[in-house]
């Protein structure tokens, strides 16, 4: 089972890539929670759809690469590389998803977190004390 609710990750993420809403019925339980990264909160199937369609009117997903899923029971925490071209502007990121199943085994709970993709150490020299 643990295979299924992976390809229906990785479904959904490439979704938005290939700008597939069609896909969003299969994937999202109908009282899907979804909290983006940076704010928003979708509440219901109906939200996430009108959501993903006006996101995708102005931007385009480039890239979106799972680095690494771990999961226990019906919880999965993927790590994740996000870029697109949105409103005209180049945007790339990290960032984590906190994905839940339902009864069904669709999605019905996603938390975004995000991070900085450009890393910088501020002290050159890595020492162990």
């Given at each position: 089972m643990t295979e299924g609710k992976e390809e229906t990750i990785k479904r959904y993420f490439s979704a938005w890539i290939h700008k597939g809403s069609d896909a969003l019925n299969d994937l999202?339980?109908?009282d899907i929670f979804?909290?983006?990264?940076?704010g928003?909160?979708?509440h219901g199937l109906s939200?996430?759809?009108?959501?993903?369609?006006?996101?995708?009117?102005?931007?385009?997903v480039?890239?979106?690469d799972i680095k690494r899923m771990i999961h226990e029971n019906e919880d999965y925490v993927v790590e994740w590389f996000f870029k697109c071209l949105y409103d005209g502007n180049l945007e790339a990121f990290d960032g984590v998803?906190?994905?839940t199943f339902g009864l069904h085994g669709k999605i019905i709970e996603?938390?975004?977190?995000?991070?900085?993709?450009?890393?910088?150490?501020p002290y050159d020299v890595h020492t162990i004390d």
């Open positions: 999202f339980e109908g979804y909290s983006e990264c940076y928003p909160e979708y939200q996430v759809k009108r959501w993903f369609s006006e996101w995708n009117e102005r931007g385009t480039i890239q979106w998803s906190w994905i996603v938390k975004e977190f995000q991070s900085k993709s450009e890393h910088h150490h």
